[in-house]
Nanobody, 126 residues
Framework: HVQLVESGGGSVQAGGSLRLSCAAS????????MGWFRQAPGKEREGVAR????????YYADSVKGRFTISRDNAQKTVSLQMNSLKPEDTAMYYC???????????????????WGQGTQVTVSA
């Protein structure tokens, strides 16, 4: 059984910062690639950032590179997304996601995630 619970969303003005957190209730958390996705109204869900099981490798969407940072704490079974210099186009529902246990190196790309949280809303005003 895999449960992912996001927190930390909210409303902020452009240029501001937010930090999202995801708490995972899952067996063998340390063996899974973890990621953050987002979906804006009327748009498809897109990958934002993902981090390998050992936290040694990270991947980012071009639109957030240099502004967002993903990190994980394997002891606490959490993954976080620090979002700086937020823009109105970052407004979306943000989802935490996890891969199967065997996919911890994140080499499977954005389509390799099997488990999802309920999401947390981020709204950035101009």
């Amino acid at each position: 059984h895999v449960q992912l619970v996001e927190s930390g969303g909210g409303s902020v003005q452009a240029g501001g910062s937010l930090r999202l957190s995801c708490a995972a209730s899952v067996n063998s958390y340390v063996g899974r690639c973890m990621g953050w996705f987002r979906q804006a109204p009327g748009k498809e869900r897109e990958g934002v950032a993902r981090i390998s099981a050992g936290a040694g490798t990270t991947y980012y969407a071009d639109s957030v590179k240099g502004r967002f940072t993903i990190s994980r704490d394997n002891a606490q079974k959490t993954v976080s997304l620090q979002m700086n210099s937020l823009k109105p186009e970052d407004t979306a529902m943000y989802y935490c996601a996890a891969t199967l246990l065997s996919r911890g190196d994140c080499s499977g790309g954005w389509g390799d995630f099997n488990y999802w949280g309920q999401g947390t809303q981020v709204t950035v005003s101009a």
